[in-house]
């Protein structure tokens, strides 16, 4: 059973003890007028514990979908490559409803239990045989894949997102019906379909697994430090500082001297959080946008610093695209991110990441790549999807984030969705403290299968300070539960990544140093 899965039992069922506890003091004391005001407000807390993480994570709230009539197009097959065929380019509006959350369309939802169908147009250049797998969830529903006079039926879709294997259909050369017809059980939600020939598929796994890396040093780290630190980043208090000034503040000693004395074996640093902005000279971003880099490398001396003292560095980077905490149009528009075809964006993203990745050479030893579904659906934002390709190059992508250095790792970060690309080497984790069963430090099977275990959680309120006027919260843990969180990770060799909110200077929350330096003790004994 998922822990979401639990948590709505275990809170269901003691809702119904107590509303029957609550019926029998209620007909033997008289006090319904008391007790039934409190019960309902209870009920309606237990509700909200209930429900699913998504339900209640601001980063992921529900945004209006773009205006404009959408597109049923016919969707351009490619015999070389997984097709990702999503939900929202299908033919729905019937029986399906679009979930769009901070900017994107992130799964489909059907209308009733069923059945419910949708249709998509599909041009393939020449016949051919194809695997197909749905990526969904749903606890004990049933999905029917029909093509060209040939149908298959999957099992019984089992708790959380994960990819369902449908069997292989028949394409012919030009225009193809494919039907999704789903009979729901619970609650059941649909992100796309992936067609690829079984050839193909063969290859580019092996292609993968090649390039694929599994280092000692990631995989017994214990744990590291996270930040989110961009041209948002605010002082306790007063205005925000000029982009250059800001970055020539930067207190680089400061920060170097509190990662060490935290413990941290390495640093996930964040070189962008929604705006375009980096902090070092990188000549492929100031051709395309100018006024976005800095003169200080601080990216750099940063990389020194920490390689100096034996502590790994990974980049987050987050490519721009719009979202519920910022919105960069400039840089968008200028890197063709708001086009329906989205190739020559990548073609700003490989330029941009593989600069920074021979720049900085064996300092850089990995990538950490948010907005994954972005990458998985080039069409997210509904535009029409006969432009333009339908997913992200990953390979060309995975091989321009290992410029400088092939053994660097890189991870898509897919929220709680399965893997979407093979083309990695660990699991980005997001708001993940611990897992079982791995072997290891890898996932066995299942949604995650064959990548490196690794979680990342906000230490104290948010990802990042970008609140105005205000200080940093007091840590969320106790030395007892993060001593307890990263010995777990320890003996299950996969690394935890401990998110901090810093202020405009560097600086970060004097108790989170404190805890820290505690955490240090125990698990590093020094």
């Known amino acids: 059973m998922t822990f979401s899965s639990w948590k709505m039992n275990k809170y269901y069922y003691k809702e119904v003890e107590l509303i029957a506890f609550f019926s ?8 319904k007028k008391i007790l039934m005001p409190c019960l309902l407000l209870l009920s309606a807390t237990l509700s909200l514990l209930a429900a699913e993480p998504h339900e209640s994570n601001p980063d992921y709230a529900v945004t209006n979908v773009p205006s404009g009539v959408r597109v049923f197009a016919s969707l351009p097959i490619n015999p070389e490559g997984i097709n990702v065929v999503a939900g929202n380019l299908g033919n729905y509006e019937s029986d399906f409803k679009s979930n769009f959350r901070n900017h994107m369309n992130l799964w489909m939802e059907p209308k009733s239990t069923g059945p419910c169908r949708i249709e998509w147009k599909l041009h393939a250049p020449a016949d051919g045989l194809y695997d197909v797998s749905a990526v969904a969830s749903g ?3 049933r999905l029917t894949l ?3 006079d040939e149908k298959q039926d999957s099992a019984a879709v089992g708790n959380g997102w994960d990819r369902i294997a449908l069997g292989t259909i028949p394409l012919k050369a030009g225009e193809n019906v494919l039907q999704l017809d789903v009979e729901a059980a619970k609650r059941f939600q649909f992100d796309a379909i992936d067609l690829v020939k079984p050839a193909v598929k063969a290859a580019l796994l092996k292609d993968a697994l090649a390039m694929r890396k599994s280092p000692d040093w990631f995989k017994d780290a214990g744990y590291g430090l996270m930040f989110q630190w961009t041209n948002r980043a605010t002082p306790p208090e007063g205005p925000i500082k000029p982009w250059e000034e800001k970055v020539n503040d930067f207190d680089l000693k400061g920060f170097v001297k509190m990662v060490e004395e935290s413990g941290a074996a390495y640093v996930l640093w964040s070189i962008t959080w929604g705006n375009q902005y980096i902090s070092a000279p990188i000549k492929s971003l100031d051709a395309i946008l100018p006024g976005r880099t800095t003169k200080r490398d601080l ?4 990389a020194d610093a920490l390689q100096a003292r034996g502590i790994k560095l990974i980049f987050y980077y987050h490519y721009g695209y719009d979202c519920n905490h910022s919105i960069d149009a400039d840089w968008m528009k200028a890197s063709g991110g708001y086009k329906a075809d989205k190739t020559e964006f990548y073609q700003s993203w490989m330029a ?20 994954g579904q972005r990458y998985y659906n080039c069409h997210f934002d509904n535009m029409p999807g006969d432009q333009g390709i339908l997913s992200a190059p990953f390979k060309e992508l995975t091989l321009a984030a290992k410029s400088g250095n092939p053994e660097r790792i890189v991870a898509y970060n897919p929220w709680i969705k399965p893997r979407l690309t ?3 080497d660990y699991y980005a984790g997001e708001g993940k403290q611990s897992f079982q069963g791995l072997q290891d430090g890898v996932f066995p099977s299942g949604p995650q299968s064959g990548l490196m275990a690794h979680g990342c959680f906000i230490f104290e309120r948010r990802w990042g300070h970008i609140q105005t006027n205000a200080v940093i919260e007091k840590p969320k843990f106790t030395l007892e539960q993060l001593t307890e969180k990263v010995r777990n990770a320890q003996k299950g060799r996969y690394p935890l990544s401990i998110n901090l909110e810093m202020y405009e200077d560097g600086s970060v929350s004097p108790q989170s140093v404190s805890l820290l330096k505690e955490l240090r003790k125990e698990i590093r004994g020094k």
């Not at 029998?24 to 006090?31: A, E, L, T, Y």
């Open 299 to 302: 990216l750099g001396e940063m």
């Open 139 to 141: 606890t004990g529903s």
């Open 352 to 371: 941009i990441v593989s600069e920074i990745g021979e720049r900085y050479g064996d300092k850089l030893n990995g990538w950490w790549f948010d907005g």
């Open 24 to 31: 029998r003091v209620n007909g033997k004391c008289q006090m």
């Open 146 to 148: 029909t093509c060209n």
């Open 422 to 424: 093979e083309y990695q």
